[in-house]
């Protein structure tokens, strides 16, 4: 089944090619928001399974957005930040305040339609070379250090797959352990460094240097 999608941008010719770019993938826009404020109301209203959320708003910005929305909803819509610059301070906090991955503007529409389907499961991380990049500037060693000293050697190998965007099935796979163990393992890690998804623990992991910014598939 195909996701539905809440669109969040102050320029209604974004969400315009937003719209038709998402519609010709087979993907659903449920509602538009033309400011972070509109954005929780809007989702009330609506119910997406995605906001495809615009980091830089005036007013309420897609961080402060992205924060009422795990706040306040039982079973928030997953979000996906989209951004112009890769390496956006605003997008890292986006990251960590709780979106599920970001996106470039200039993206191909087959990107953005994968970039939705990928976060609306949850079961894989999104371009992990991209967070990355965001992250690989910074020096390991921050706030997020103790938590993840708590980790069991299993679950930060856990967690090192899937900074490599492995799915669950295929970390499975890679540690000859069943799916159900992993999900347990995923659900441990979220719980002991206060992740809500995955792309939140893999930059807390990169920040605390449990995963060192070259760990990727294939390195």
Do not use: C, W
């Not at 997406?48 to 961080?63: A, E, F, N, S």
């Not at 792309?199 to 992991?205: F, L, R």
């Amino acid at each position: 089944m195909s996701p539905t999608v809440l669109l969040a941008d102050d320029e209604p010719l974004v969400r315009t090619g937003l719209r038709a770019l998402l519609e010709q993938q087979g993907i659903t826009v449920v509602g538009e928001a033309a400011d972070g404020a509109e954005v929780l109301p809007a989702v009330r209203r609506t119910r997406p399974d995605v906001v495809l959320m615009d980091v830089r708003m005036p007013g309420t910005d897609g961080i402060e957005a992205t924060r009422q929305l795990l706040a306040e909803l039982a079973e928030p819509p997953k979000v996906l930040v989209v951004t112009t610059f890769d390496n956006d301070d605003y997008v890292h906090e986006a990251l960590l305040a709780g979106a599920s991955g970001f996106l470039l503007k200039r993206a191909r529409k087959e990107e953005i339609a994968h970039a939705v389907r990928t976060v609306a499961t949850g079961e894989s991380l999104l371009f992990p070379e991209a967070i990355r990049r965001l992250v690989s500037a910074r020096l390991p060693g921050g706030k997020y250090t103790r938590a993840a000293k708590t980790l069991t050697r299993r679950e930060a190998e856990v967690l090192r797959l899937v900074a490599t965007g492995l799915s669950n099935q295929d970390i499975a796979a890679a540690l000859v352990i069943s799916l159900e163990t992993v999900k347990t393992h995923v659900g441990n890690i979220f719980g002991k460094v206060g992740a809500g998804n995955r792309a939140q623990a893999v930059v807390m992991a990169y920040e605390s240097g449990i995963v060192a910014p070259g760990h990727l598939a294939g390195q």
